[in-house]
């Protein structure tokens, strides 16, 4: 049974678009992540939200937020996707905040910008 | 951000052959973790390495946490078609970090029937 679920699993969109990527988890784990990865590349951290509290990347765009209306629950919102924006976006969870909690990823949304 | 050294880039072998691939660093990690990663899909955890000196096997594949704690390798034994893939290493734990994930810059795989 699939344990963290991302949808869509392709999505386009036009360049400056406003655009929505969802992730759930039946985990019930307290934090969960948002990378972007690029072809090639290693997943990048966007940011991270342990419970209810929202923890940014220092390097992470002002174009991409996030929301975590409950638990299970997490979107990647992107205002104004660019070119550059294309990418693979991962969610993933881990049970809480420390050394040893393993994060456990999703399938992956594949971001198309026109 | 921080990466870890990861080797080789890539790998191309004959089906049934042994693979060996490793991940350095200047820093240690508390945890060491090996990902694969399928094309258009996520990266699913193969390997999990808490203690320094744990050698840890799952199916064809083992993995160590070295001793210094500053690397891991991982070994597939009697590769198959259906290794094909990038390998990610991830070292977790290092200083205030928390659970946060430093990759390598992974290993494709390509194993030749």
């Known amino acids: 049974d699939a344990m963290v679920i991302q949808n869509p699993r392709y999505q386009v969109t036009q360049f400056g678009k406003p655009v929505t990527l969802s992730c759930s988890q039946t985990l019930n784990h307290n934090v969960m992540y948002w990378y972007q990865q690029k072809s090639s590349q290693a997943p990048k951290l966007l940011f991270h939200?342990?419970?209810?509290?929202?923890?940014n990347e220092a390097d992470t765009p002002d174009n991409f937020q996030s929301r975590r209306p409950n638990t299970s629950f997490c979107f990647l919102d992107i205002r104004s996707p660019g070119l550059g924006d294309a990418a693979m976006y991962l969610c993933?969870?881990?049970?809480?905040?420390?050394?040893?909690?393993?994060?456990?990823f999703g399938p992956g949304t594949r971001l198309t910008v026109l | 951000g921080q990466q870890l050294n990861q080797s080789p880039q890539s790998m191309f072998i004959q089906e049934g052959e042994d693979v060996s691939m490793n991940c350095t660093s200047s820093?240690?990690?508390?945890?060491w973790l090996w990902y694969k990663q399928d094309p258009g899909e996520g990266p699913v955890l193969l390997i999990a390495?808490?203690?320094?000196?744990e050698l840890t096997s799952n199916g064809r594949l083992t993995a160590q946490f070295g001793i210094t704690r500053k690397d891991s390798f991982l070994n597939i034994s009697a590769s198959i078609p259906s290794d094909v893939g990038i390998y990610f290493c991830?070292?977790?734990?290092?200083?205030?970090?928390?659970?946060?994930?430093?990759f390598g810059e992974g290993t494709q795989l390509t194993v030749n029937p």
């Open positions: 991830a070292g977790q734990g290092a200083e205030t970090s928390g659970s946060r994930l430093t």
């Open positions: 993933a969870t881990s049970r809480d905040w420390l050394a040893r909690d393993t994060q456990y």
């Open positions: 390495l808490y203690k320094a000196g």
């Open positions: 939200y342990y419970d209810k509290d929202f923890n």
């Open positions: 820093s240690i990690f508390n945890t």
